[in-house]
């Protein structure tokens, strides 16, 4: 598999979007439509006031069909980790995804360092649980306004819980990053939501005519209809760190954004029963074997 999914736009244009498809080897959907939209774009030879650049993250993890390998590539994204990759020669890196993170940042640094352009990140994700669509912002004002362009619910504070992501790298750079979990990992429209959720970002930022939309339109509109029942904007309150040793284990049947009170039995682990310590909405239940985050508790924002 090639690092680059496809390039489009605008040599040296100001806007400049880097999406990121496969950061988890086992969430192949945002590679699936990130290669479709390419063609399409080709095909309708779109007039793109920008330039886009389509990256594959864990390579060896996606080859496996595998969460990550050795270490998660998304909780490994903070600036002394990638002061001390790029110091480092490859014949001296510990991990698969060591070797990975060094490749994107050769691959993204001058674009980074550019500060003549108006950079945004999208990394693209899906969920092991039902309902999981929204977007993740980070503190960037500029985040919020890419994510409320998507017809799904916005995640605000998630950088707070949790390091080393993507979007928190973004975050210490000054730039604006939003991750987009487009349904569940097998779900065939999860494809058709992330290419249809692109193309809106790439339209209300003025690279795309409004008429590109048109042919991704039937999917926006479903998208639309499909979450018009969860909160816009929530907050997260809360999030379950979980360790390998920790034996943890998801009750059954949790869906993304479903209700929950304050001690409900939510899951166990090697300590016994875990409790919700509030009223709220679950989020990210984890139903897989590789993850370092059990749940996560948001309340809507008024």
């Given at each position: 598999?090639?690092r680059?999914i496809?390039?489009?736009?605008k ?9 990121f498809?496969g950061?988890?080897g ?8 990130l290669?479709?939209l390419?063609g399409?774009f080709?095909e309708q030879?779109f ?7 389509g990256?594959?993250?864990n390579i060896?993890?996606l080859?496996k069909n ?7 590539l ?6 002394s980790?990638i ?11 510990n991990?698969?995804?060591?070797v990975?993170?060094?490749e ?5 640094q ?14 693209l994700h899906?969920?092991?649980a ?5 977007c ?12 409320l362009q ?6 605000n ?13 973004f975050?210490q750079?000054?730039?604006p990053?939003i991750?987009?979990?487009a349904g ?9 939501r992330?290419?249809?959720?692109l193309?809106s970002i790439?339209?209300?930022?003025s690279c ?6 048109e ?11 499909d979450f ?5 904007n929530v907050?997260v ?5 979980v ?10 049947g949790y869906?993304?954004?479903?209700e929950?009170?304050?001690g409900e039995?939510?899951a166990r682990d090697?300590?016994?029963p875990i ?18 985050d059990?749940?996560?508790i948001?309340e809507?924002?008024?």
């Open positions: 598999m090639d680059i496809g390039r489009y736009g040599f040296g244009a100001a806007k400049t979007f880097i999406i498809a950061i988890h086992n969430e192949k959907s945002g590679i699936i439509a290669k479709e390419f399409e080709e030879n007039d793109f006031d920008g330039t886009i650049l990256i594959a993250g060896k993890a080859e595998s969460r990550f390998l050795h270490k998660d998304n909780r490994q994204w903070y600036l980790k002061k001390k990759l790029g110091a480092l020669p490859f014949g001296l890196l991990t698969i995804e060591d990975e993170q060094k994107i940042l050769e691959l993204i001058d674009i980074v360092d550019d500060k003549g352009t108006k950079l945004m990140l999208i990394d899906t969920t092991s039902a309902g999981g669509c929204f993740i912002t980070n503190t960037n004002p500029r985040s919020t306004e890419l994510a998507v017809p799904v619910p916005v995640i504070g998630m950088t707070s819980k949790i390091s080393g992501t993507t979007i928190e790298y975050d750079l000054g730039l990053a991750a987009f979990e569940q990992h097998t779900e065939p429209e999860a494809v058709n992330i290419k249809a959720g193309v790439f339209v209300k930022t795309l005519d409004a008429s590109a939309l042919p991704y339109q039937a999917d926006y509109d479903k998208m639309e209809r018009a029942h969860l909160p816009r907050n309150l809360y999030r379950c760190p360790e390998d040793e920790d034996a943890f284990v998801m009750n059954e869906a993304n954004f479903q929950i009170t304050k039995l939510l090697k300590n016994g409790f919700s310590p509030f009223d709220g909405l679950i989020l990210m239940p984890l139903y897989q074997k590789k993850g370092s059990g749940f996560f948001v809507e924002l008024k």
